[in-house]
C-alpha cells in the first residue's frame, strides 16, 4: 500500500493506541479517531511513553519520536476518517458495538477503502454483513502489546475478497508484523486455543486445586510460557476473557467453552484486573 494513503484507527484504547503507532513507525499518515478527547489525550501520552521505551532500549533514534507523531492526527467525528484507504476499529469486543461502528464507517468512506476489524473472536462474516461492502471486510487481529507482539492474525469472512485479504497482508509485513491466514470460525485460533486455558486456570483456583501464585509458576516453569494464565487474563481484563468465552460457546456449541463461574463473579464484581486495580491479583492503579 502506497504510504501516502491514510490509515484511520477507530478506537483509541490500549490496542487503538498501538496499532497508531505501529503504522506512524512505518511511515503512514493516521487517524485515530474516539468520541471521547481525553480518551485521545491518554492515547497520544502512551504512544510517545511508548516511543521513549524504543529510544532508551535503542531500537529507534530520539529524532524520530516527533516525527512519528506528527503522522497521527486525532479526530472525535467519524467524518475524520473520510479520506482514508483502510480503517481498522479497535473498539470494546460487542458484536454490537463493532456493528454499530461498521456501519457508520460504510457510510463516511469510499467504497474502495478496506474496513478491517481487530476483533479477538467475533464473526468477520456477521459483522461483514452490517455494510454495503462485505468484499472489504476483513479481520486483523493484533496481539497485546501491538508494538512488541509479530503475530497478526488475518481473518477472512465468507465474502473477503483475494484482493483485500492479499493487500492487508502485504500491509502487515510492512509493519514488520507476521501475517498468518485463518478462518472465520469463533474464537479464531489464537483464541481457540488460549482462553480454554486460562478458563482451566480459573477452575483451577476455584476448586482449591493450588493457589494463584502455584498455578502461575506451573506453567511459567513446567511450560516455559512467559506469563501465568491467570497474570495473563488479569493483563487481557477478565471482563474480554468472558466475551471471548461466551463466544466460543455460542458459537461452536460445546459446554466444553463454558466459563467459569469465578470468573463470571469476578466479572461481576468489576474485578477485571489491571485496567482497574483488582483482578486474580491486586494492583496499584
Known amino acids: 500500500m502506497d504510504k501516502n494513503r491514510r490509515i484511520g484507527v477507530v478506537g483509541s484504547g490500549t490496542m487503538g493506541a498501538g496499532i497508531a503507532q505501529v503504522f506512524a513507525q512505518t511511515g503512514y499518515p493516521v487517524v485515530l479517531m474516539d468520541a471521547q478527547p481525553e480518551a485521545l489525550d491518554r492515547a497520544a501520552a502512551g504512544i510517545e511513553k511508548s516511543l521513549g521505551r524504543l529510544v532508551k532500549k535503542g531500537t529507534l533514534g530520539h529524532e524520530q519520536v516527533p516525527v512519528i507523531l ?22 470494546v469486543e460487542s458484536a454490537k458495538v463493532k456493528s454499530e461502528v461498521l456501519v457508520k464507517l460504510d457510510e463516511v468512506t469510499s467504497p ?8 479477538s473472536s467475533i464473526s468477520i462474516t456477521e459483522l461483514a454483513a452490517v455494510t454495503q461492502r462485505p468484499d472489504k471486510v476483513i479481520g486483523m487481529h493484533f496481539m497485546n502489546p501491538v508494538p512488541v507482539m509479530t503475530l497478526v492474525e488475518i481473518i477472512r469472512g465468507l465474502a473477503t475478497s483475494d484482493e483485500t485479504y492479499a493487500e492487508v497482508e502485504s500491509v502487515t509485513r ?13 474464537g479464531f485460533v489464537s483464541n481457540r486455543i488460549l482462553m480454554p486455558m486460562i478458563n482451566e486456570a480459573f477452575f483451577c483456583l476455584m476448586e482449591g486445586v493450588a493457589s494463584r501464585e502455584d498455578i502461575d509458576s506451573v506453567m511459567k516453569l513446567g511450560m516455559n510460557h512467559p ?5 495473563l487474563a488479569d493483563f487481557i481484563g477478565l471482563d474480554v476473557c468472558l466475551n471471548i468465552m461466551d463466544v466460543l460457546q455460542g458459537g461452536i456449541g460445546d459446554d466444553k467453552y463454558r466459563a467459569c463461574p469465578l470468573m463470571r463473579k469476578m466479572v461481576a464484581a468489576g474485578h477485571l484486573g489491571r485496567k482497574t486495580g483488582r483482578g486474580v491479583y491486586e494492583y496499584n492503579k
Open 70 to 91: 506528527e503522522r497521527i492526527a486525532r479526530t472525535t467525528k467519524n467524518e475524520g476518517l473520510r479520506e482514508c484507504q483502510m480503517v481498522i476499529e479497535a473498539v
Open 227 to 231: 506469563m501465568g494464565p491467570l497474570t
Open 174 to 186: 510492512e509493519l514488520e508484523k507476521n501475517p498468518v491466514e485463518v478462518q472465520d470460525y469463533p
Open 112 to 119: 474502495a477503502c478496506i474496513l478491517a476489524t481487530n476483533t
